[in-house]
């Protein structure tokens, strides 16, 4: 039987279920399973051993791959629009940590001024993680306070696509997202392939990650107007790709600043067989 694994505050505040953050993303269980902490303190730290990941262009979250899963702590909502120099990372990439080991500074001030909000949310970001067999109940909480149990692993993993010769499907699309797969996009990409029975992994500049991972996406680092090539194997491979395409044409592009709108990507469009730059 596995051992029940702890998890820490990462700062002090005020304990949320996921229901009260203000983002449908998280509020939903979209990119995980987990807690929120509304913070009074500007120091993140880990809640748990674990090998550090930083999303690349994403200063205000990181992921700690560990015995429990990849966790994502995200801090504010909203914030990968707040400017770089608001956050400082204490560590550096790949670095095993320990739990209560300080991994990144803030300025609070600024991002409860220019963040929709400072809420920050801690979530099981695998697929396959470990149940949650309890969880702190709202109210204050300090840095190192309990904060969530974790019990079983849900499922093991199932067997991605290894190599070109088990491709069955590919298409390429390009990216419409502002910031690219980011944290909400990413997400929601993976919520909209969970109904479909297929493996699906996604390809941009000879990396790859699988696309029902948060983390993985996040790690790619996707930016808008990317070409990716998305390739899915097993039963439901053709509903998986369009389910992509089908997500990305309910992306209307930003304004621009003259108030006129760039021309829209062909969402699910088959494009050249090349991944952009």
Do not use: Y
Not at 40 to 59: E, F, I, M, N
Not at 95 to 114: I, K, M, N, S
Not at 165 to 188: D, K, N, Q, W, Y
């Amino acid at each position: 039987m596995e051992s029940t694994i702890e998890l820490v505050a990462p700062l002090p505040g005020w304990v949320l279920p996921l229901a009260d953050v203000p983002d449908p993303v998280f509020s939903a269980g979209l990119a995980g399973d987990g807690l929120a902490i509304d913070p009074t303190g500007s120091t993140l730290h880990a809640p748990c051993a674990g090998t550090v990941v930083w999303p690349p262009r994403a200063a205000h979250a990181v992921t700690l791959r560990s015995a429990a899963g990849e966790l994502l702590i995200h801090v504010g909502i909203d914030t990968v629009a707040v400017g770089a120099e608001v956050f400082r990372r204490l560590v550096a990439e790949g670095e095993q940590v320990v739990p209560g080991q300080p991994l990144l500074a803030f300025d609070l001030d600024r991002v409860v001024r220019e963040a929709p909000s400072a809420i920050t949310p801690i979530v099981m970001a695998d697929r396959h993680a470990r149940t949650i067999a309890w969880r702190a109940p709202p109210g204050r909480i300090d840095t190192g306070n309990a904060l969530l149990r974790l019990g079983a692993s849900r499922v093991p993993p199932t067997a991605g696509i290894a190599d070109g010769s088990t491709i069955r499907h590919e298409r390429f699309f390009r990216v419409p997202f502002a910031h690219g797969l980011h944290a909400r996009p990413a997400a929601m990409l993976v919520a909209a392939l969970a109904p479909h029975d297929a493996a699906v992994i996604v390809r941009i500049r000879g990396r790859e990650a699988d696309a029902r991972s948060p983390v993985a996406l996040m790690t790619l680092g996707v930016r808008q107007g990317d070409t990716v090539a998305v390739a899915a194997a097993g039963p439901d491979a053709e509903a998986a790709l369009e389910a992509v395409a089908t997500l990305l044409a309910r992306v209307v592009a930003p304004a621009r600043a003259d108030g006129t709108r760039p021309p829209s990507p062909t969402p699910g469009g088959d494009l050249p067989a090349v991944i952009a730059a």
